[in-house]
Every structure is written in C-alpha cells, then in structure tokens.
C-alpha cells in the first residue's frame, strides 16, 4: 500500500477541512479521530500524520509524542464518558487501514464480559443502525477537545 491508497493519508490531506470527529486534536506529529463504523461512542484512533505502516517505523519523536497522547486521550475519555478504563489496541491489518493506528477504547464499567478485552472488537462489527452517528461523535469529539485544551 502506498500513502496514495491509504484511507488515513487521504484523510490528513484533508486535514483543515475534516469535521470535529475527525479532528479532536492533533500536534506536529498525531492526530485523534473518532472510529468509523462502531457502536461505541468515544472510541477514538490516535493516527500518525505521516504514512507510517509499523511501529518500528515511528521516529523517536513520534514514539515520545505517542505515550503523552495515549495517557492524555485516555483522561480525556475516563472524564468525559465515566468509562472505568481505557484499552489501546494497535493492528492496523484491515483491508484500507494498514496506516498505522491506535485504538483507544472506553470500557464502560457495565460492558458484558463478552464484550471486554478482545471481545471489543465485536462492537465495530455491529450493524450500521447501531453505530454511533455523526452528528454524536462530532458532539463527543467537542466535548473531549474542550477536556484537551
């Protein structure tokens, strides 16, 4: 895959342009979006702003920024959702997102057990009536922005 097919890369090309759910924050280096396609409001990706395809990959600049985000983004949701914990999880093997990306996840304190752990997963592949809307992940990315700032 080449930055041109890249989803993510796209999207950064689009950057100033890009509604609040796909621009909750970002530096130099990252930039904080709200997934697609889940049925979890506040599950965020954390994207690197250049087309990076391992972790390996990441510049020592990239991988001290990487930790600040992740623990700040995790706050953020904790005191913006009441989410008992947050899991960062990074694949990025899907068809289209072999971009580098980090999920971070509110696990909400009644999430069944089914649903904890890797079983989160589960709710990205929920059917589309049960996805969070645009229109509430701009509102959850508003309100995490201003938790940001």
Known sequence: MTASDCYTCRKEEESDDLPPRERIAHDRHWRAAHALGTAVPGWL??????????VHDLTDAEAVALGTWQVRLSRALRETTGCAKTYVVQFAEAEGFAHVHFHIVPRMADLPPRHRGPGVFE??????????????ADRTARLLRARLL
């Open 45 to 54: 990706v954390l994207l690197p702003r250049r087309h990076v395809a391992a």
């Open 123 to 136: 709710l990205l592949r929920r059917p589309e009536a049960e996805w969070v809307t645009a229109a509430e």
